[in-house]
């Protein structure tokens, strides 16, 4: 499957949706108006007020002409001036989180007049993608002229993110405030959760049998049961090539193998967040928060709000399962990772099954619930557990739910490595959980976040 599909089935859960009023009011001011412009308009609300209040008798209503005249006649030589362009720029379709993008886009010049003060950034984008306030301007863009310019793009959070399209700014004529004019380019970004590569991870694993094999995998070092013959499609191995059975032929036929038996790691990750409401600002809220912000200068962007549901161990939970994932893709393991949230998710990767990438992709996407998800990882779980020698289970909490879910893993013979990242005291003391890989390991966020490497 190529990487495009593969993010084209993907669900953009933090797809930028329509916005309230309050919030495209925020954007507007940041998008079309510089600072100094942001200030004038301040001024002149405040000069058509007091002349709406005190009326004619006092001049100060001529300030207030003057002002709207500026914006009137910059509107009008704006609109004339309105740039007629193409943008070419490519985004890139994975990054980390916290990671900045450097963004050139092309921008060609294909109206009749020239455009002054040019600029290029990103129209509306998602919520948890931040824009630098620093964008690269050029000063005249003649006709069929075509020149490079630079943007950055912060990511904030982990997530799926849709983009529509990039956006021209002019600030002629006065630099108080822009004409646009937006080019239709939708994208999708996958943002990662952080992580760091854990130097050694010591796992009690061992093959077993798998029902008919998997025929998929690499097959390095283990021996494989002989099936048959069948025609060379591409991207066999070649010492695998019936040479005899070719010369009989007159195609090529390879020898086919049914691998039996393969050590299967389950990586299971807890999303769980029950009774709680993690970051979920109403618009209210956000919409008082920014313009207190806007006008403080202290301009964060209000895309950076968090909407979804998460909180410092959920990441911090994600990202340490990143890391295993990552330690797991350098060995000849098969690997399953279950999640489940919203959404129950199931991925095999491994001995060329699919790559680190995909199983990022996954937690990506991975979001907290309030519902004990357990109920619909069991069962999931449960069609593979037979063939699965090893679970890695990442833990937010210690309680009842969890303990149960573990033991009726054990029970069926799966060595389990269980690792529990908390802040505080788990609810249950978890000293008497013993395995094959010895007692739980209780890591704090900050543990994870500085780094483990050993587990």
């Not at 998008?31 to 412009?37: D, I, S």
Request: charged share 25%; glycine share 6%; hydrophobic share 40%.
């Amino acid at each position: 499957m190529s990487e495009k599909k593969w993010l084209s089935l993907l669900t953009s859960y933090r797809k930028d949706k329509r916005k309230p009023f309050g919030r495209s009011m925020i954007y507007f001011l940041k998008m079309r108006f510089t600072k100094a412009g942001q200030r004038l308009l301040l001024v002149t609300i405040i000069a058509t007020a007091m002349t709406s209040a005190i009326g004619i008798i006092y001049p100060i209503y001529l300030i207030a002409i003057f002002l709207l005249s500026i914006f009137v006649s910059g509107r009008i030589v704006g609109f004339v001036f309105t740039p007629n362009i193409t943008i070419e720029r490519i985004l890139p379709e994975r990054v980390s989180t916290g990671s900045e993008m450097k963004i050139s886009a092309k921008v060609t010049n294909i109206g009749r007049l020239p455009i002054f003060d040019l600029a290029v950034s990103e129209s509306h984008p998602p919520d948890g993608i931040v824009l630098a306030e620093e964008r690269k301007l050029i000063d005249c863009l003649g006709k069929k002229e075509s020149c490079n310019l630079e943007y950055s793009l912060i990511a904030r959070q982990r997530g799926v993110y849709d983009f529509t399209g990039p956006i021209a700014l002019s600030l002629f004529p006065y630099g108080l405030f822009a004409n646009t004019k937006k080019v239709s380019d939708n994208h999708r970004m996958l943002v990662y959760p952080t992580f760091r590569p854990l130097t050694n991870f010591e796992l009690p694993a061992g093959n077993k049998h798998q029902p008919g094999g998997l025929q998929m995998t690499s097959s390095n070092g283990d021996s494989e049961e002989f099936l048959g013959n069948r025609e060379y499609v591409t991207g066999d191995r070649l010492r695998d090539i019936d040479q005899k059975a070719w010369a009989r032929v007159g195609t090529p036929i390879v020898r086919e193998f049914q691998q039996e038996y393969l050590c299967r790691i389950a990586l299971i990750v807890d999303t769980f967040l029950p009774n709680k409401t993690i970051s979920n600002l109403d618009d209210k809220q956000n919409l008082t928060t920014n313009i207190s912000n806007h006008f403080k200068q202290a301009l964060p962007s209000f895309v950076d709000s968090k909407k979804y549901r998460t909180s410092d161990e959920v990441e911090a939970g994600i990202s340490l399962g990143a890391s295993i994932a990552d330690a797991l893709s350098r060995l000849e393991y098969v690997i399953d990772i279950f999640a489940a949230g919203p959404e129950l998710y199931h991925f095999q990767a491994g001995r060329s099954l699919a790559h680190l990438d995909n199983i990022l992709d996954v937690l990506a996407c991975i979001e907290a619930c309030s519902e004990d998800p357990f109920a619909k990882l069991g069962p999931a779980l449960f069609e593979e557990i037979s063939e699965i020698s090893t679970a890695v289970i990442v833990m937010l909490d210690w309680d009842e739910v969890r303990e149960n879910f573990v033991r009726s893993i054990q029970d069926v013979g799966v060595a389990v490595k269980l690792i529990i990242v908390k802040d505080g005291e788990p609810t249950i003391d978890p000293s008497g959980f013993r395995s094959e890989a010895g007692g739980a390991i209780i890591l704090s966020t900050s543990d994870v976040n500085n780094g483990v490497g050993r587990l």
